[in-house]
DNA sequence: TAGGCCATCTGGTCCT
DNA sequence: AGGACCAGATGGCCTA
């Protein structure tokens, strides 16, 4: 369990690691997103992943339109619509353009559940783009793992409970954090800090 | 190797 | 009717 150091000073936020912010490019994810379905643009790779300044913390993390095709077993079955997309060599891509278009003018279902399919793929690539936002917004160290998703809602769960406590109590946020500390969690709001190993993270903060 | 996390596919349901 | 949303199933990757 890694150390975890909230510090509630009034710079506060400067101590507060998050995992980016957003940068001027945030608008790439919306185009992104329009791309995802104009399959006549696509021929390179895209990244799924936001632009956020996350990104850059994992840029392993990337997959390719080449990829998500590939991993999709319509392909077998010939109900591909956007082989456009498939950078694969010409006389090859070009017999498979032929192909598929022989079996989807014969599989009208196959058509409409792949482009369901696409649509699927969009809506949680938007999703995870939210996710992505949200984890920039979390407190989090540099060197923490990145959070998954459950996490990342928990932490976020915690956090603004946390913070909205702090603004009711009209105290110093220092303070009011020590106090909670010292005298444990024990009303319904700090509840939440126990449904997940936020509890343990608790433990290790260090509050100067 | 088991378990966690994730992406994807799929069919069902709801909504416009 | 078509799209959005949802949950279950499945398989891949990674880590302890």
Redesign the pocket.
Known sequence: MEDIFFDFDQDAATDFAFWGQIDPNFQFQSQLDTLLLDCSAMTGQLS?WSSFGCQTVFP??Q?TFT???S?????E?G?EVDSSLVDEPHEIGKCRQQHQRRLTSHHP??V?????????????????SA?EELRCHVPTFPYE????????LRLAIAYIALLREILMSGCDPKSYVDECMKNGYKNQTNAIWNTSDLTARLSWIKWD
């Open positions: 799924p392993e993390a997959l990829d998500l095709d991993q999709s077993p319509q392909l079955v109900a279902y196959k409409q559940r792949h482009a369901a399919n696409i649509r699927e793929r969009k809506r949680m690539l938007s999703i995870n996710f793992k990145r959070l998954s998703k459950i996490d990342t």
